[in-house]
């Protein structure tokens, strides 16, 4: 109902197992505040974790098949079969590759302009596109400042992600993904 010419809002609450009713009411002000307070939590949290200028990577992202990967490619563009981890934690989309030109190949295939390298992964014996935290190929931190490879990871590849050795044995490469320590990297 309209009281005054403001609106008076009213709910009924009811008990599923009890059978009880309960009545509350909602001054105008509140109800104002309530809804204003709700709009920003959605906006807020819908920007959380997103820049212009760091575009989702295709490298990187979790997967449970390999046809979660790459779909803005089109099918069989890439130089390698696509793959889908399933040895790092929610998955890590990547492709085979032979060399590291074979990474970012293809328009499209890498968005950031952050370096990929082809290395195997631990013991598959497969040679596989990672985005590269190798000493080279590290930019400086948003604010001018150094980062540390896995400080590297989590700010231009994924909050989960650390940087570690691929494992590949003698081919072993520093690469950014989701666990790990930074304190491992380079190390088989």
Do not use: W
């Not at 204003?36 to 807020?44: D, F, K, P, R």
């Not at 060399?99 to 968005?111: K, L, S």
Request: charged letters at 20%.
């Amino acid at each position: 109902p309209v009281i005054d010419g403001v609106l008076e809002a009213s709910a009924r609450v009811r008990g599923l197992e009890t059978g009880y009713t309960a009545q509350f009411e909602v001054s105008p002000m509140k109800l104002l505040l309530v809804i204003t307070g709700v709009g920003l939590l959605v906006t807020t949290t819908s920007s959380c974790g997103t820049t212009a200028s760091a575009p989702v990577e295709n490298t990187g992202q979790s997967c449970a098949a390999p046809t979660d990967c790459f779909t803005s490619i089109e099918a069989g563009a890439l130089k390698g079969e696509v793959q889908c981890l399933d040895r790092v934690t929610g998955g890590y989309c990547t492709h085979l590759c032979k060399t590291d030109a074979d990474c970012c190949a293809v328009a499209g295939e890498c968005r950031s302009g952050f370096l990929q390298v082809c290395s195997p992964f631990e013991s598959t014996g497969l040679m596989m596109c990672f985005l590269s935290c190798e000493a080279a190929d590290l930019r400086p931190a948003p604010d001018g400042g150094v980062l540390d490879d896995s400080a590297y990871c989590r700010t231009y590849g994924n909050a989960e992600f650390n940087c570690r050795s691929s494992g590949g044995g003698n081919q072993n490469r520093k690469i950014c993904v989701p666990g790990g320590s930074g304190g491992d990297a380079g190390k088989d």
